[in-house]
């Protein structure tokens, strides 16, 4: 899956602090919610959907699936990543505000 394949290569060609990993792995979880809510199919997978139209609709079921089981595997492997969620701030994701200091 794209979503998966792009942003392990941005962690693999950099080095990423445990906050930026973390960013990234949300970013990528974001994604598959986005994905599986607006029922998002790649192109070659609706081409699949052409040659078999007798089983469109499982096909469809069963790859809004694999968004499902990707939600489920990055939950498991983030898990351990939820006690560093206080250093967020340090990845300077976003310009700083001053005006509360």
């Known amino acids: 899956m794209y979503v998966f394949h792009s942003k392990i290569e941005i962690m693999e060609k950099e080095n990423n602090s445990i906050s930026e990993i973390s960013s990234i792995l ?3 979880e974001n994604a598959l919610h986005e994905r599986k809510q607006q029922e998002f199919l790649p ?4 081409e699949i959907f052409n ?3 007798s089983n469109a609709s ?6 809004l699936n694999v968004y499902d089981h990707g939600l489920y595997y990055l939950k498991k492997w983030t898990a351990n990543f939820d ?3 206080c250093l ?3 990845s300077f994701n976003t310009k ?3 005006t509360g200091t």
Do not use: T
């Open 51 to 53: 040659y078999n139209q």
């Open 26 to 28: 949300l970013s990528v």
């Open 96 to 98: 700083p505000l001053w």
């Open 83 to 85: 006690q560093f969620n």
């Open 43 to 46: 192109l070659k997978v609706k």
């Open 58 to 63: 499982n096909l469809k079921k069963e790859m």
């Open 88 to 90: 967020k701030w340090m």
